[in-house]
């Protein structure tokens, strides 16, 4: 049996007429598919990455803005408001410290965040993707 490719990152399909039987497939392997082999434009503009790269940009674009808002008021609170930042919460712990760990705890959260998004929503997306180029692996 031998395989043709479709296009150029397609998947490999046996030729017309040929058996797909897996008794057939003993001992012959597929080509494999390089970098060179693959038609990056045509999955650029395949529907299935335009929908990936908007799933992307729907989590990505709010949430750093939405973080770099954040950071802005903790620098801005730290330049022009020293009494407030520096305001004893409990016993030497001021509320600069607190907002500067809450930086910190804020960063974690998103990153959580993303990877329960990217599981949900963005690897099947990528596997899609992969699968539809022919280069899934799995």
């Known amino acids: 049996m031998t395989y043709t490719a479709r296009s150029p990152g397609a998947h490999f399909v046996p030729e017309r007429g040929a058996s ?6 003993a001992g012959v392997q ?12 045509s999955i650029q503009h395949s529907p299935e990455f335009i929908e990936l790269r908007g799933r992307l940009r729907r989590f990505v674009f709010p949430m750093t803005g939405l973080f770099l808002a954040w950071y802005l008021i903790y620098v801005l609170l730290s330049s022009y408001a020293p009494e407030f930042m520096g305001r004893p ?7 600069g410290l607190v907002f500067g760990v809450a930086q ?3 960063t974690i959260t998103i ?8 599981k949900r929503r963005v690897d099947p997306q990528v596997r899609l993707v992969r699968q ?7």
């Open 104 to 106: 910190l705890v804020t």
């Open 89 to 95: 919460v409990i016993g030497t712990i001021t509320m």
């Open 30 to 41: 597929a080509p494999s598919v390089g970098p060179e082999d693959i038609d990056f434009a």
């Open 111 to 118: 990153t959580s965040i993303y990877r329960g998004y990217a």
């Open 20 to 25: 797909t039987d897996a008794g057939n497939l």
């Open 132 to 138: 539809r180029a022919g280069i899934d692996r799995r």
